[in-house]
């Protein structure tokens, strides 16, 4: 059985990083999206967790 990496996604132009199901990363536009592999990456990147998903 295999299992999936969770990832999170983030933009270029904001500061918040999002679950992919997040309905604030639909709003994300492909030229964008950044892509972080770890909670831990993305705080390290400047990110901040998402308050609607709680990234």
Avoid: D
Avoid at 19 to 31: G, L
Avoid at 47 to 54: D, F, I, L, W
Wanted: charge should be neutral.
């Amino acid at each position: 059985m295999t299992q999936e990496h969770e990832y999170y996604v983030g933009s270029l132009n904001r500061n918040h990083f999002h679950h992919t199901w997040c309905r604030w990363a639909a709003f994300i536009s492909a030229q964008n999206l950044i892509e972080f592999y770890s909670h831990a990456e993305a705080v390290e990147a400047g990110y901040r967790p998402c308050k609607t998903c709680r990234a």
